[in-house]
Nanobody, 119 residues
Framework: QVQLVESGGGSVQPGGSLRLSCVHS????????MAWYRQAPGKQREVVAT???????DYRESVKGRFTILRDNPKNTMYLQMNSLKPEDTAVYYC?????????????WGQGTQVTVSS
């Protein structure tokens, strides 16, 4: 059974940092794209950052320069380093992995980890 386990969430003051981790049980060879999403109360889930199998990264505009997405294939782990956190970053953060498959790619999600930024 596929497992994606997130950790690293918590409460932090504005300007603080957190590092989220997502450990998975998938075969890295078949992974296409890995991503972090977030969902704030009353809002739709939104993509925060993505990283392709080739290492190309992309970020939503509001986190550029503050967040960094990383993947460590030998450890089967993806990270989201979050610096200069703002109250508007408060949300449940989810890791997402898309795996190449036939007849179509498969989509896997973690259970989510809460990030709260407040003074």
């Amino acid at each position: 059974q596929v497992q994606l386990v997130e950790s690293g969430g918590g409460s932090v003051q504005p300007g603080g940092s957190l590092r989220l981790s997502c450990v998975h049980s998938l075969n890295n060879f078949y992974i296409n794209t890995m991503a972090w999403y977030r969902q704030a109360p009353g809002k739709q889930r939104e993509v925060v950052a993505t990283i392709t199998s080739g290492g190309r990264t992309d970020y939503r505009e509001s986190v550029k320069g503050r967040f960094t997405i990383l993947r460590d294939n030998p450890k089967n782990t993806m990270y989201l380093q979050m610096n200069s956190l703002k109250p508007e970053d408060t949300a449940v953060y989810y890791c997402n992995i898309i795996v190449r498959s036939i007849p179509r790619d498969r989509d896997y999600w973690g259970q989510g980890t809460q990030v709260t930024v407040s003074s």
